[in-house]
Every structure is written in structure tokens, then in C-alpha cells.
């Protein structure tokens, strides 16, 4: 299979099924950042400072994301059970009990993977908002509205234990 094909030249795409839309298309939008948010996933996961239960889990988001990339791309299904989800929380919690309470909001950054952490949260929130800004064409599933949005809450909690694992202390902010 070659991988240029010159028939997006001309600013449409194709999806599932074959009709073609521009590519600055919501749905090609929302995917595209789905993918974008997996690619970030990647990175954190490759990097020799995640423990084998984070990598795992984020392993795991990709292969989901992929899934929601390919129904937001018109594959006419997306099995996405609410054990997904779960298995987010339950890494959030477990995460959670280890870290000092919050008091102050925090600043993106710490260590470099809770750096990369914060970033990925931030592709996942905004991966939330144009798959929404899709709805309109689509009837979403709501289990995933809930995995985008809780994979989020995982990123920021992954961020903050990375922090702690790493021994870099949160910045807080700062009220003027």
C-alpha cells in the first residue's frame, strides 16, 4: 500500500465508507485530535520514568482512542465498555491517595513527564471539545464523553504522581 495517495491534495479527506469531507471538518477535527492526543500518550508511555501500571493503562487509552477515532471517521459502531472507564478511576484513586491534598490551583510542569502529563491533559480536554463541536453529526455514544472526560482527570493526577514520584515539588499559583 503507498502511503501518499493525492487524494487529499485538494483539502478534502476521506472517511469510513467513503464519502469525502474538507478537512477542516468538525468530525476530521475531532479525530484528528483524538489522534493527535494519542500520539502524546505515546510519549509517555515510552518514557523510561512511567511505572509499568501507567504504562499499561496508557497503552491501553491509545488502543481506545483508536477505537473512538474510527467511530468519529464513520466505522458504525463503538464498543467501549464502562469497565474502561472504572479502570481509570480506580488508577486515579489509587494515584490520589498518595499525593497531598490540593489547596492552591497548580502550575502545568514539574518533571518532564509530569510536564508531558499536563500537556496530553490539555490535547484531552480539547479533544472533548471538538468531538462536541461533532455531535451534531453524530450520535455519541455516552460512555465516551465519560472515557475522554476521565481520561483526563487521569492525565492530571498522573502528572501530579509523577511529580511526586520524581521528588519535583507542584508550583503552585501565585493570585496577584
Not at 480506580?90 to 492552591?104: C, F
Request: charged content about 20%; hydrophobic content about 40%; aromatic content about 6%.
Amino acid at each position: 500500500m503507498k502511503i501518499y495517495t493525492r487524494t487529499g491534495d485538494s483539502g478534502q479527506t476521506s472517511i469510513v465508507g467513503g464519502a469525502r469531507l474538507p478537512k477542516t471538518a468538525a468530525r476530521i477535527e475531532a479525530y484528528g485530535t483524538i489522534d493527535e492526543l494519542s500520539s502524546h500518550l505515546g510519549l509517555l508511555a515510552a518514557d523510561p520514568a512511567t511505572q509499568a501500571p501507567e504504562r499499561t493503562i496508557l497503552l491501553h487509552a491509545q488502543n481506545t482512542l483508536f477505537n473512538i477515532g474510527g467511530y468519529l471517521a464513520g466505522m458504525p459502531e463503538l464498543n467501549l465498555p464502562d469497565s474502561d472507564t472504572q479502570a481509570l478511576e480506580q488508577s486515579i484513586d489509587t494515584m490520589d491517595r498518595l499525593l497531598p491534598p490540593l489547596r492552591n490551583f497548580i502550575l502545568p510542569g514539574g518533571s518532564i513527564i509530569g510536564a508531558r502529563a499536563h500537556i496530553a491533559r490539555t490535547v484531552c480536554r480539547r479533544a472533548e471539545r471538538r468531538i462536541l463541536a461533532a455531535a451534531a453529526d453524530l450520535q455519541l455514544p455516552p460512555a465516551l464523553l465519560a472515557y475522554i472526560n476521565r481520561l483526563s482527570d487521569w492525565l492530571y493526577t498522573f502528572a501530579r504522581y509523577s511529580n511526586l514520584q520524581a521528588q519535583v515539588p507542584e508550583n503552585f499559583w501565585q493570585k496577584e
